[in-house]
């Protein structure tokens, strides 16, 4: 899908959300609900998902709780809300990657992202911030100048990213192609290290999290050079987007998103998207994830469903072209 379709879908999200209010939706229900995660608590996710939880509680009177479930890049997770009974008890909050990405990722997994799910709402999305470190001079000041760079320095012509197979490594990708040189793929189990072998002059540049990112950028060893959003983040409004610097493919906005099984009435999913959307307009919530580098987003199961059919196609493209081979 293009880039102006995909535009299409994320300007619709927050101007279709519902507009019915509900208090104590979940009265007559005193059931526990959890919120499914595949990552173990004190990470991002279980971060991003903490002030969601606080702000939709009091409409659960039966309580609602994180629980994370770890393992497998979070397909552990994603098969456990799978396989859950469709009656709203289980949320599944997740990185787009388990359901975009991952069919492509990995040789194989145990569900479909589009039939096995119900929809129910996009969270928040924040791009990739593409930085370079010390061991570039610092008279590159954009990517253009960096592969020029690199044309001079191929031996150190690199880009670090949080693992293989993960939107960071397939930007890059996107990067080298549109630059029509090839860069080395330096992968990492998560972006922490990769971030640190970066400033520490290891590797050249990093595809990295805005998230991660931010509180790095007020030393001298990590540069911001480009984001990967479609306009610039609020959080580094100096820092241009690929798609103004020309490379107009360029566009990678990581998304969070809540889902439930398939087949889940729609009555419960619209009311609990509703809570979301109520939930993200909260003072407390917004600041929380502005400290994480994220904006919130008020969307519907609609345009949540469109979202996650349009990355799943593009993501297939990318992959594709890229001739990455699965090793899992």
């Known amino acids: 899908m293009s880039n102006i379709n995909r535009r299409a879908i994320i300007n619709s999200i927050g101007l279709l959300a519902c507009e019915t209010s509900f208090n104590s939706v979940f009265a007559q229900n005193v059931k526990l609900t959890r919120m499914i995660i595949g990552f173990p608590p004190g990470g991002g996710v ?45 949320i599944l909050f997740t990185p787009d990657f388990s359901l975009t990405l991952a069919p492509y ?13 119900s929809p129910v709402s996009i969270v928040n999305s924040s791009p990739l911030v593409f930085c370079v470190g010390p061991s570039v001079p610092e008279s590159v000041k954009t990517p253009g100048e960096f592969i020029a760079w690199c044309k001079l320095n191929p031996g150190l012509a690199a ?21 029509n040189y090839p860069l080395l793929h330096v992968p ?15 590797v050249a540049s990093i595809f990295s999290s805005l998230g991660e990112t931010l509180p790095r950028l007020s030393t001298s060893r990590l540069r911001a050079i480009a984001t990967t959003g479609l306009k610039r983040s609020r959080f580094l409004p100096d820092v241009p987007t690929m798609v103004e610097l020309g490379y107009s493919d360029l566009v990678c906005e990581p998304w969070l998103g809540l889902f439930m099984p398939a087949n889940t009435p729609r009555s419960i999913v619209l009311k609990t998207s509703a809570l979301v959307n109520e939930a993200l307009k909260l003072p407390s919530l917004r600041e929380s994830f502005a400290k994480q580098g994220s904006d919130p987003i008020l969307s519907t ?18 992959v594709k072209d890229s001739g990455f081979i699965p090793e899992e």
């Open 301 to 318: 199961p609609e345009n949540t469903s469109a979202l996650l059919k349009s990355d799943l196609i593009r993501w297939g493209n990318i």
């Open 159 to 179: 880009y670090a990213s949080s693992g293989a197979g993960a939107a960071p490594h397939f930007t890059g990708v996107m990067f080298a192609k549109a630059a």
């Open 188 to 202: 990492y189990k998560g972006n922490a290290p990769a971030l640190v072998d970066v400033m520490g002059g290891q």
């Open 105 to 117: 990722s990995f040789k194989k997994i145990n569900y479909d992202p589009i039939a096995d799910f």
């Open 46 to 90: 279980d971060s991003a998902l903490r002030p969601l939880v606080q702000g939709m509680n009091d409409s659960y009177p039966g309580g609602l709780i994180i629980e994370a479930k770890p393992g497998a890049a979070s397909r552990l997770a994603v098969e456990y809300v799978k396989n859950s009974p469709p009656d709203g008890s289980t």
